[in-house]
């Protein structure tokens, strides 16, 4: 059966090379063809050489690399703000664990160079293509990936193949490391070829289940993967033949490796239309109006005279040296050779700049660019306004895509690597956090050992005492390494957030509206204690891009001194000096004399 499966990759990659789809009643598809031609626009080349049929040079004036640029920084959002949430009845130190371990463990797996790269290829090709193999991520190059062209999905799709390209050395390691049979075989076949590479074929899709072993039904259909070499034998029907390195039984929903992500789609076709494939015919006319202007320019510049007289033979700019005075019949005259079409071009020119922007949506205001004099400034409010809307639903999908992307395969990994008994270090406001956590613990030990000792509940002065005593000693720790144990997450329930409004935040609205909230909380204290004006300020903050946990993070804690002089001002009820209190106060006998 072997010749089978040869026969039936050679027939789709023939078919996905030279074969177009249709879409509907002409518009025409080649999925290939279209790749190529991306990387050449968004590379400033063109397909026949930048040399014309005159001998001219082709200059090429790119205008799908910056709306490309803008497109990237509009849906970007980083690590930071990957977030994982407690669900109700679980236990939210465990999940607040989880999360500031898990943005560790994605710094050590450089995934944020990851979402940089996707949200980077994303607007130029329109789909970008991931493969995940024991948990590490790779990109799939897609001038080598071929896939039914008219798939909804990659997992839909009745094949999907992609091209690896070795070198002997490189294969020997690959297939010792894999366990791939032929290795050797393969060599000596591509030896008798004249290709720089070896060409391996890795193909996904359904088939026989007798393709796979001897005794398999003919007619059950089982998703499989074929790796192989592709050899052409020199015959009339050219049968095809080669090297099976590894064939095995797949389960679709769970150990099928590619992960896809689109730009937009249109029903009918695999590949995602991005922002290059868009202006594809803009690229091209403005390419033909800027070289017509180039040529218009040689001919501005030449010096040519006519006459009627033929006795005047002779260059005007070699010929004559300088005052000589020419006597002839007729006088001599410039021909006429300057551009006067300029103006057309330029009108033209400004068209299809404007089309660019419309149908990318990357207009002046998005690019940070100064707006022409005398617009309105209810235009420029309109356009940027819906130009953001439009980004920020592509950034939702696109996160929600990566959203599921973690949900099934990254953090299932984090989960699985992280099972070790293993340290996180703690800092900043984490620390800060998780002190508060201890705090609470211990102050309720404390708060029984008190019970025990004096056969009643401390005082509030003394529970305060207690309190800000423990507060003290643990603000002196710089930074804390938690162990966790082992298989500490294996139970772990959670809810996955990403914030996509973070990135969209202009900085200088964000630190008017921290100087406002300083202002309001100045005026009246309150708003962080009272419960009601609490929860209204909060919703205030939150509209601004403000947390008012941070706000809260950020307050003192009260000094030993503070909380007494608080105690005694209650007892005193006048103005009374500071008293002094001991380093250490003794708790549990008694109150504290001040």
Avoid at 109 to 122: A, S, Y
Avoid at 242 to 260: A, S
Avoid at 394 to 399: F, G, Q
Avoid at 558 to 577: C, D, H, I, N, Y
Wanted: hydrophobic share 35%.
């Amino acid at each position: 059966m072997e010749a089978d499966i040869f026969q039936q990759i050679a027939r789709e990659i023939d078919e996905f090379k030279n074969q177009s789809i249709s879409i509907v009643k002409s518009l025409e598809f080649n999925q290939l063809k279209t790749i190529e031609r991306i990387y050449r626009y968004y590379n400033s080349t063109y397909e026949g050489g930048d040399i014309d049929s005159e001998g001219y040079k082709k200059y090429f004036f790119n205008i799908v690399r910056n709306p490309c640029y803008v497109a990237t920084k509009a849906i970007d959002f980083d690590t930071k703000d990957i977030t994982l949430l407690t669900p109700p009845g679980q236990n939210p130190i465990k999940t607040w664990l989880a999360d500031r371990d898990l943005k560790f463990w994605m710094k050590e797996k450089n995934f944020g160079k990851i979402l940089n790269r996707i949200f980077f290829e994303l607007p130029i090709f329109g789909s970008v293509v991931l493969k995940i193999i024991e948990g590490d991520i790779y990109f799939v190059d897609l001038r080598y990936f071929y896939v039914e062209q008219s798939a909804e999905s990659l997992k839909s799709a009745s094949y999907v193949i992609e091209l690896h390209y070795y070198t002997p050395d490189e294969l020997r390691k690959i297939g010792k490391k894999l366990g791939w049979d032929n290795v050797e075989e393969t060599i000596r076949a591509w030896r008798e070829t004249k290709e720089p590479y070896i060409c391996i074929v890795e193909r996904y899709g359904e088939v026989p289940e007798s393709w796979l072993k001897e005794d398999g039904d003919e007619q059950n259909y089982v998703y499989s993967r074929f790796i192989c070499y592709l050899a052409e034998k020199e015959e009339k029907n050219k049968s095809f033949a080669g090297y099976i390195l590894k064939k095995d039984k797949l389960d679709l929903e769970t150990e099928f490796p590619y992960w896809e992500i689109h730009w937009e789609k249109i029903p009918g076709r695999w590949l995602g239309i991005g922002m290059v494939e868009r202006l594809f015919d803009p690229q091209m006319r403005v390419n033909e109006e800027i070289n017509l202007r180039v040529k218009s320019s040689y001919f501005a510049s030449l010096n040519i005279f006519q006459t009627s007289d033929e006795s005047i033979n002779k260059n005007l700019l070699t010929d004559i040296p300088n005052g000589q005075i020419i006597v002839t019949r007729s006088g001599i005259t410039r021909v006429p050779t300057e551009e006067r079409n300029l103006s057309a071009f330029e009108t033209e020119h400004r068209l299809w700049l404007q089309n660019r922007d419309e149908l990318t949506m990357a207009f002046d205001v998005i690019r940070g660019e100064r707006l022409p004099a005398g617009t309105p400034l209810g235009s420029a409010i309109l356009a940027s306004t819906m130009a953001t809307s439009y980004f920020d639903q592509i950034r939702e999908n696109v996160a929600l895509e990566i959203k599921e992307l973690l949900m099934k395969k990254i953090i299932p990994n984090f989960i699985k690597e992280r099972s070790k008994e293993h340290y996180l270090k703690l800092v900043g406001e984490d620390l800060e956090q998780w002190n508060e956590w201890e705090l609470l613990k211990e102050l309720e030990v404390k708060k029984w050992e008190f019970v025990a000792k004096n056969g009643r509940l401390p005082s509030r002065f003394q529970y305060e005492m207690m309190k800000t005593l423990l507060r003290e000693q643990k603000k002196k720790q710089k930074s804390k390494s938690i162990k966790i144990p082992k298989d500490y997450y294996k139970d772990l329930q959670y809810w996955l957030e990403i914030e996509i409004t973070g990135e969209a935040t202009d900085v200088r609205i964000k630190s008017a509206n921290l100087q406002v909230a300083l202002q309001a909380i100045t005026v009246d204290p309150t708003l962080l204690t009272d419960p009601i004006k609490k929860k209204i300020f909060a919703k205030i903050l939150e509209a601004g891009g403000i947390s008012i946990a941070d706000l809260e993070a950020g307050q003192e804690t009260p000094s030993l001194a503070e909380v007494a002089t608080q105690e005694v001002g209650k007892r005193a009820g006048g103005g009374v000096s500071a008293p002094s209190i001991p380093i250490t106060p003794i708790l549990g006998e008694g109150e504290t004399k001040v």
